[in-house]
């Protein structure tokens, strides 16, 4: 089984490249944060016959996430089950008898707000959900952009960016809380090097070609199913196309 997440920062935007993507690379499961449309005006239509079933969830201009596969998708639930009521944030559903956790952690917006500290109270209710609703040695894929950077292989330029809501203790430690509930990064199993990135900004001058990025995305797997895992790999190329996301494929493969 060959599993993927890609934070497509507005699906519609995407359509193209997600389409052209799922047909060269033949995942059997993608899943999608950062949808940015209100659950009436997904694009149901543009992938209709795209060969993937689909599940979806979001809001106007911000948010959303969204899972494809290639089997039947079983016991969807949308969101943590704790309170506040949720942002459309998070996908939990079972293909091939896999619990896939597809979760668009919340960005946080810089470290003396409001909302930086609702990342780390989500974080929190995140590893509360997985305590309740799943066992370490059950086969479980937690998925998406968690956006952290969780060591200095992970920034282009760890000493300059130290501090930001995405590479800062506070949040390396609320998401080594989560990960210690028994999970362990697929993309670090396979490669202990930096350097290796899935993001880079818009906003800085010619930062991919200087691969001026970020490791923000993950493919987090729990023992029974980090024992079946083969690969993990960064699809740079979706990256380098006309109107990108600013985000790209990362992908893992499993034995059946």
């Known amino acids: 089984m060959i599993v993927a997440t890609f934070n497509a920062n507005s699906i519609r935007s995407r359509i193209g490249i997600i389409l052209d993507w799922l047909a060269e690379q033949k ?38 996430v969204a899972l494809f596969s290639r089997y039947p998708i079983e016991d969807v639930e949308f969101g943590l089950d704790s309170e506040p009521a949720d942002e459309p944030r998070m996908i939990t559903a079972f ?7 597809n979760t668009y952690v919340p960005q946080g917006t810089s470290p003396d707000s409001e909302r930086f500290q609702y990342k780390l109270d989500w974080f929190k209710r ?3 959900y997985f305590e309740s609703h799943f066992s370490p040695d059950e086969a479980v894929l937690w998925m998406g952009d968690l956006n952290v950077a969780m060591d200095e292989r992970d920034v282009h330029n760890a000493k300059t960016v130290w501090g930001s809501v995405c590479y800062c203790q506070e949040s390396i430690d609320a ?7 028994g999970f362990e990064d697929m993309f670090r199993k396979f490669s202990d090097e930096g350097g290796q ?53 990362l992908l893992a493969e499993f034995d059946d």
């Open 27 to 64: 995942p059997d499961v993608l899943c999608v944060q950062e949808t940015k449309v209100q659950d009436v005006d997904f694009p149901v239509e543009a992938f209709g016959d795209c060969g993937y079933e689909f599940v979806f969830r979001g809001q106007k201009k911000y948010n959303g």
């Open 95 to 101: 293909v091939n008898d896999v619990a896939i956790v």
């Open 126 to 128: 995140l590893h509360r």
């Open 175 to 181: 998401i080594s809380d989560v990960v210690e509930w």
């Open 197 to 249: 990135y899935t993001f880079w900004d818009y906003r800085v001058r010619n930062g991919v070609e200087r691969n001026a990025g970020w490791r923000l995305d993950y493919v987090m797997a729990t023992a029974a199913m980090s024992a079946k895992c083969r690969r993990c790999w960064v699809d740079k190329e979706p990256r380098m196309k006309e109107r990108p996301s600013d985000h790209t494929f």
